[in-house]
């Protein structure tokens, strides 16, 4: 019944995934047409780096709140779980994270709120990255957005360890739930930033391997490009009724990229970007899935004697 269930959730998200996808086809065909294959691979590389970055920030989260996962199993729990990103509603991630994890270990509580920790983790980490980045390659591209970082004060006080851990212990008396056995710590907190920053860089290198073939690049176009996205996904991430920031990401994204492209422009770049994104979560997830399958069947063939 599991596994059914957990077939019918993969099919689904694949579905809307591909939905996405081809309701654009034309727009992302001509988008594409204007790319060279090296610039498609690179961004792809870069988009799964920057996933890679994602997971090792709820990895370290999940860990500092007491249930450490061994690398591989993590990856498989975080990527196939968040596919559940493409299905309109925003708790399809989180409860197939919690029910995967559970077959871990994981306690649903600890599932949970390693999830949503890793939410403004990214929100935070990509405000600051993105303020300063477009400051520093382009000074005036972030005024029209001040508003948006009116959050990071706010944020910087969620994250102080105290402030989260009374949050998260009042969130789940609310629910009925029990308290967290171990409480988030600041080093914990630093770490999951640390990934999360690497991640958004990343997001930057995968953006900026795009505009490269539409005649922008240099080191200051690369730091714009950081920015640009990380910008972008933040206010698709605070977007929650949409699955996976569809649309919204792409609209602020042609925003800020107006002062170095045409408008035609930046809707290609912009739907590149989402198709690179979902297929790199594609490959994420069936590269997770695939290892920690491996894995299984290694232990198995090592419990029955068989070869490995």
């Known amino acids: ?30 988008g594409f047409a204007r790319l060279s294959w090296q610039a498609i691979a690179l961004s792809l590389v870069a988009v799964v780096a920057a996933l890679g970055g994602g997971m090792m920030t709820w990895r370290a989260l999940l ?10 199993s993590a990856a498989k729990v975080f990527f196939v779980g968040q596919l559940g990103k493409y299905i309109p509603g925003s708790l399809w991630p989180v409860l197939a994270q919690m029910e995967m994890g559970r077959e871990l270990g994981v306690p649903r509580s600890r599932s949970a709120a390693a999830f949503f920790l890793t939410l403004p983790v990214q929100l935070g980490t990509g405000l600051v990255i993105s303020g300063v980045t477009l400051a520093a390659a382009l000074p005036g591209a972030a005024v029209p957005y001040a508003w948006v970082f009116l959050l990071i004060p706010v944020l910087a006080v969620v994250f102080e360890p105290r402030v989260i851990n009374a949050i998260l212990g009042f969130g789940l008396r609310k629910l009925g739930r029990d308290p967290l056995e171990r409480p988030l710590t600041r080093r914990g907190m630093l770490t999951a930033m640390g990934w999360a920053l690497l991640g958004w860089t990343a997001y930057g290198l995968h953006l900026a391997a795009i505009v490269r073939d539409f005649g922008l690049s240099g080191v200051s176009m690369i730091v714009f490009s950081v920015g640009a996205f990380a910008l972008s996904w933040c206010l698709g991430i605070m977007t929650f009724v949409v699955p996976a920031g569809a649309g919204v990401r792409e609209v602020a994204m042609v925003a800020v990229l107006a002062p170095v492209l045409s408008q035609g422009q930046a809707i290609a770049v912009a739907l590149c970007s989402r198709i690179v994104i979902i297929v790199g979560d594609l490959v994420c997830a069936g590269a997770a899935g695939f290892a920690a399958r491996r894995d299984v069947g290694s232990t198995h063939n090592q419990t029955t004697g068989k070869p490995v």
């Open 1 to 30: 019944m599991k596994r059914l269930v957990r077939v019918a959730f993969l099919v689904i998200a694949l579905g809307f995934g591909a939905w996405a996808v081809a309701r654009q086809w034309d727009d992302v065909r001509a």
């Open 63 to 72: 860990a500092d709140l007491g249930s450490p996962l061994p690398f591989r």
